[in-house]
């Protein structure tokens, strides 16, 4: 199997790359002047299951193993892919409704009394709960800076 980018051919008979590959690409061309902080608005949308991981690993690497700050959105995320998050910033309505470490949420969403139930992807939860929960029965978390 050759290790080249597969390449489709457009109506005007050009070849082209992938959206997925497209994407990957664009997050390369801004790291190339080392930024301290990385944005990123959806970096996995469009991506299969395997290459969202990829992303978000190297992004996880990047931000462990060469202390930058990577912020980015994302919608729907798999459990091993939310599994890789330090920080959590949860939106509802427009409102923060949880900012803290990953690793609290449980334990918040506990607090609060919605557990999320055993075996259910956390990420799945608590886009379904806090898309129905009244928000002034959510606990707001402030974040520390």
């Avoid at 700050?69 to 920080?87: E, L």
């Amino acid at each position: 199997m050759s290790n080249r980018p597969r390449c489709s051919t457009t109506p005007t008979g050009k070849r082209s790359i992938s959206g997925g590959e497209k994407r990957r690409v664009s997050i390369a061309c801004e790291l190339v002047t080392s930024p301290s902080i990385l944005f990123l608005d959806e970096p996995t949308s469009g991506l299969d299951a395997y290459n969202a991981y990829n992303v978000v690993e190297s992004l996880t690497s990047l931000a462990r193993d060469y202390n930058r700050t990577v912020v980015f959105t994302i919608h729907q995320p798999r459990s091993n892919i939310v599994a890789m998050f330090d920080h959590l910033v949860l939106l509802a309505r427009g409102k923060a409704v949880y900012s803290g470490e990953f690793s609290k949420c449980h334990d918040y969403i506990e607090r609060i009394g919605q557990p999320c139930p055993p075996g259910f992807n956390i990420a799945d939860y608590l886009s379904t709960f806090f898309r129905i929960w009244p928000l002034n029965q959510v606990l707001t978390v402030s974040c520390r800076v």
